[in-house]
């Protein structure tokens, strides 16, 4: 199973169906779900009957996948997570030599670097862990604070697509990293 050390401020755990709870909570603001679905609160029905279908679906603790829960070090304070499956994994374009990477943090904890610093953290484990040579990340082209995210982490621009997803399909704009880079 794959681990995630702590970082300088953060501890990481993998994500099940038993945090259905905190997975609603983040979900409440609309400022989080700005980007997401244009704001719009997750009902406690959505996170049952969508979110954790999904996540079970590409969850494999032994590859590191599934969304891995981001909590503060002072206080034990969740505060978002950060998501790792392949490459776009709801579509025929699967692609498990990409790994898909995103996240979604409480207001709170904007601007304070801590999305950038799970990011980092998880790609470094898995770069230790697994041999694995590419992440992306997926966001709509005016979230430029996902976008800034992924130029910190060394992700380039590579295209700006649709999408697919059983969800919608949306235009969004794809960047990359090779692990070795």
């Known amino acids: 199973m794959i681990q995630i050390a702590d970082s300088e401020r953060l501890s990481y755990a993998l994500m099940d169906e038993s945090h259905a709870e905190w997975l609603y909570q983040l979900d409440q603001d609309p400022e989080v779900m700005k980007y997401i679905n244009g704001g719009k609160p997750s009902s406690r029905k959505d996170i049952q009957e969508i979110m ?12 590191g996948w599934g969304l891995w829960m981001v909590s503060t070090i002072d206080g034990n304070d969740f505060i978002g997570w950060v998501l790792v499956r392949p490459m776009h994994y709801f579509n025929e374009l699967r ?10 943090f409480m207001q709170k904890s904007w601007g304070l670097g801590y999305a950038t610093e799970a990011a980092q953290a998880v790609i470094s ?8 040579h590419r992440f992306s990340a997926i966001a709509f082209p005016d979230n430029s604070a996902s976008i800034n995210i992924m130029k910190k ?29």
């Open 52 to 63: 954790l279908p999904r996540m079970a679906s590409y969850r494999n603790p032994e590859k």
């Open 95 to 104: 692609d498990d030599a990409d790994w898909e990477l995103g996240w979604r």
């Open 125 to 132: 484990a898995l770069k230790a862990q697994c041999s694995q």
């Open 153 to 181: 982490l060394g992700m380039s621009y590579v295209k700006t697509g649709i999408h697919k997803d059983p969800l919608g399909d949306e235009e969004v704009v794809y960047y990359t990293v090779d692990s070795n880079g």
